[in-house]
């Protein structure tokens, strides 16, 4: 039973320290942003390596959910005789929830490991303590640009999720099940609004960009040193991810669509 | 302790008093001190898992000990402002035991990676320097090859040739012979001579090959559990009437260091299973 107790203490103890040194994390990484903007070639890098790489799992997501979305709405449009909705449909569930929301996942799953393993892997091999022995803050040099890169990234990958869903819908609901064409993207432009969809779509995906970011970098940067730890920070960057999108996703629904 | 040696009188650059250091409930070094002079070349000695490493990360700054002062140059590192302890980094250079190099860059960019962090030098005189610092250690001829194409000595050679290119006045050597054939470990071991000598710099060695630290270096430290056994030039340290070290510089498998972790009598521990 003492043993329990004490169990639980160690647990939380240990969860409260680890919570700290992310938010520490987090400052110092933010306080280091100036390298990362100065010298922007750093960051383009990272763009290309943690967004331009991820546009072909992201395109093909996009446009099988698209299509997804145009078959379920037909089907149940269908039933109302209100076909001429689904344009409607499925711009809105993209732009609201599912751009941000997926890519947010999938952009965990595709780069977030990769930026823990390749930090963890940095750590392991000694390469951010040389680092420091050259007088360069790798939180500067490394950290950030890829902080950066993946906040810029996420919003594009989110856009880019978006419209090829719109094209899948359009391919399947127009294309295959004859909805009409004029009326699919007349009764989308009427209704999806730029300030109350878009924009509220584009700050989720940031906010989500951020999240993931701060998670993958920290978990490679406070990785235990082995090929285990390593390993286990990597897993730890795809569970916290989604987690944090998932749960985000509904305090910023509430916020900006629940009128709570 | 022979303190008539002929080095002897040359000034201190690195000063260590009273450290004290643990990892966990582990103590690592139970109040040490010495001093590193300038020119010399310094090694420290021991069996593994004495701290070795761990006191060259301390004299760099990267750990802070739980007590006791690191001087560098009469700074100490555990006092200054985080930005006057990187001005001192840029002035050493660290050899890491796997070499380090960032292994997104090839052999050329891993050299002037210092270069361009630190100074805003043209790149041709980047260019000049880093053929420089690479042709001193024979692999001028690899700079195209990234980290991953080179065996282990050349990759150490290149982190050499990384760690001198912003000319440093002190050097520290993370067990520079450890798994290397021994032709390349002549080489290394010549190189550390060389570049001593000729650069006037200050070496510092952690190693726990014998001959090779015993043939280059000015003055030892030998270490073990967390306190310095003995100390003097390697002819001093030969003469030592000190069992243990003889053990350690020979070899004997068994000695005052024993063969055996601590473990109940034999028989009795074979018998315990039936």
Redesign the interface.
Same mark, same amino acid.
């Given at each position: 039973m003492l043993d329990w107790l004490q169990n639980i203490g160690k647990k939380s103890l240990r969860g409260f320290e680890s919570t700290g040194r992310a938010a520490m994390f987090f400052v110092a990484v933010v306080r280091g942003m100036d390298v990362a903007l100065i010298r922007f070639r750093l960051t383009l890098r990272e763009i290309y390596s943690v967004g331009v790489l991820s546009i072909v799992i992201i395109t093909v997501s996009g446009l099988f959910v698209g299509m997804v979305l145009g078959l379920q709405g037909y089907v149940n449009f269908a039933k109302f005789n209100a076909e001429e909705s689904l344009g409607i449909f499925v711009a809105l569930s993209l732009v609201r929830e599912l751009g941000p929301v997926v890519t947010g996942l999938l952009y965990a799953g595709r780069a977030g490991s990769a930026l823990t393993a390749e930090i963890g892997l +940095?750590k392991t091999?000694?390469?951010l #303590?040389? +680092?420091? +022995? +050259? #007088?360069?803050?790798p939180i500067r040099?490394i950290i950030a640009p890829r902080f950066l890169a993946g906040i810029i990234s996420m919003p594009l990958l989110a856009a880019i999720f978006s419209a090829v869903g719109i094209f899948g819908g359009y391919f399947v609901g127009v294309g295959l099940l004859g909805v009409d064409s004029g009326s699919y993207w007349s009764q989308m432009q009427a209704n999806v609004d730029f300030s109350g969809d878009i924009v509220n779509g584009v700050i989720k995906s940031v906010v989500f960009g951020i999240a993931c970011n701060w998670i993958a970098l920290y978990q490679g940067y406070d990785a235990i040193p082995t090929a285990e730890g390593v390993s286990r920070a990597t897993t730890k960057t795809v569970v916290h991810s989604a987690l944090a999108v998932l749960g985000l996703d509904f305090v910023l629904t509430a916020l900006m669509f629940g009128d709570i | 302790m022979t303190d008539t040696d002929i080095h002897i009188s040359s000034e201190p650059l690195v000063e260590i008093r009273d450290l004290y250091f643990s990892r966990g409930e582990l103590p690592i070094f139970k109040g040490l001190s010495l001093d590193i002079r300038r020119g010399q070349v310094t090694g420290f000695m021991g069996p593994s898992g004495t701290g070795k490493t761990t006191l060259l990360k301390l004299v760099g700054g990267q750990l802070k000990p739980s007590d006791g002062k690191v001087y560098i140059q009469g700074q100490d590192v555990n006092a200054i402002s985080r930005a006057s302890l990187f001005e001192l980094r840029k002035r050493m250079g660290m050899l890491f035991q796997s070499g380090a190099l960032l292994t997104d860059l090839n052999v050329y960019e891993n050299v002037a990676f210092p270069l361009r962090e630190h100074t805003k030098l043209p790149e041709q005189i980047i260019r000049d320097l880093v053929l420089m610092k690479l042709e001193a250690v024979g692999l001028r001829g690899a700079r195209k090859l990234m980290p991953s194409q080179l065996s282990g000595g050349m990759a150490r050679r290149v982190a050499l040739a990384r760690a001198i290119v912003l000319d440093p006045m002190m050097i520290m050597y993370d067990e520079p012979f450890t798994g290397l054939d021994p032709i390349t470990k002549g080489t290394i071991v010549t190189l550390i001579k060389q570049l001593n000598n000729v650069l006037g710099l200050t070496s510092v060695i952690v190693s726990h090959d014998v001959e090779e630290t015993l043939s280059i270096a000015d003055y030892i430290y030998v270490i073990s559990d967390g306190e310095i056994v003995e100390s003097g030039t390697p002819a001093s340290l030969r003469k030592s009437s000190s069992e243990w070290v003889q053990q350690f510089l020979n070899g004997y498998p068994d000695g005052p260091a024993p063969f055996h972790y601590p473990a109940p009598e034999y028989i009795q521990d074979l018998l315990a299973g039936r």
């Amino acid at each position: 039973m003492l043993d329990w107790l004490q169990n639980i203490g160690k647990k939380s103890l240990r969860g409260f320290e680890s919570t700290g040194r992310a938010a520490m994390f987090f400052v110092a990484v933010v306080r280091g942003m100036d390298v990362a903007l100065i010298r922007f070639r750093l960051t383009l890098r990272e763009i290309y390596s943690v967004g331009v790489l991820s546009i072909v799992i992201i395109t093909v997501s996009g446009l099988f959910v698209g299509m997804v979305l145009g078959l379920q709405g037909y089907v149940n449009f269908a039933k109302f005789n209100a076909e001429e909705s689904l344009g409607i449909f499925v711009a809105l569930s993209l732009v609201r929830e599912l751009g941000p929301v997926v890519t947010g996942l999938l952009y965990a799953g595709r780069a977030g490991s990769a930026l823990t393993a390749e930090i963890g892997l +940095m750590k392991t091999t000694e390469q951010l #303590a040389s +680092m420091e +022995m +050259m #007088a360069v803050d790798p939180i500067r040099r490394i950290i950030a640009p890829r902080f950066l890169a993946g906040i810029i990234s996420m919003p594009l990958l989110a856009a880019i999720f978006s419209a090829v869903g719109i094209f899948g819908g359009y391919f399947v609901g127009v294309g295959l099940l004859g909805v009409d064409s004029g009326s699919y993207w007349s009764q989308m432009q009427a209704n999806v609004d730029f300030s109350g969809d878009i924009v509220n779509g584009v700050i989720k995906s940031v906010v989500f960009g951020i999240a993931c970011n701060w998670i993958a970098l920290y978990q490679g940067y406070d990785a235990i040193p082995t090929a285990e730890g390593v390993s286990r920070a990597t897993t730890k960057t795809v569970v916290h991810s989604a987690l944090a999108v998932l749960g985000l996703d509904f305090v910023l629904t509430a916020l900006m669509f629940g009128d709570i | 302790m022979t303190d008539t040696d002929i080095h002897i009188s040359s000034e201190p650059l690195v000063e260590i008093r009273d450290l004290y250091f643990s990892r966990g409930e582990l103590p690592i070094f139970k109040g040490l001190s010495l001093d590193i002079r300038r020119g010399q070349v310094t090694g420290f000695m021991g069996p593994s898992g004495t701290g070795k490493t761990t006191l060259l990360k301390l004299v760099g700054g990267q750990l802070k000990p739980s007590d006791g002062k690191v001087y560098i140059q009469g700074q100490d590192v555990n006092a200054i402002s985080r930005a006057s302890l990187f001005e001192l980094r840029k002035r050493m250079g660290m050899l890491f035991q796997s070499g380090a190099l960032l292994t997104d860059l090839n052999v050329y960019e891993n050299v002037a990676f210092p270069l361009r962090e630190h100074t805003k030098l043209p790149e041709q005189i980047i260019r000049d320097l880093v053929l420089m610092k690479l042709e001193a250690v024979g692999l001028r001829g690899a700079r195209k090859l990234m980290p991953s194409q080179l065996s282990g000595g050349m990759a150490r050679r290149v982190a050499l040739a990384r760690a001198i290119v912003l000319d440093p006045m002190m050097i520290m050597y993370d067990e520079p012979f450890t798994g290397l054939d021994p032709i390349t470990k002549g080489t290394i071991v010549t190189l550390i001579k060389q570049l001593n000598n000729v650069l006037g710099l200050t070496s510092v060695i952690v190693s726990h090959d014998v001959e090779e630290t015993l043939s280059i270096a000015d003055y030892i430290y030998v270490i073990s559990d967390g306190e310095i056994v003995e100390s003097g030039t390697p002819a001093s340290l030969r003469k030592s009437s000190s069992e243990w070290v003889q053990q350690f510089l020979n070899g004997y498998p068994d000695g005052p260091a024993p063969f055996h972790y601590p473990a109940p009598e034999y028989i009795q521990d074979l018998l315990a299973g039936r």
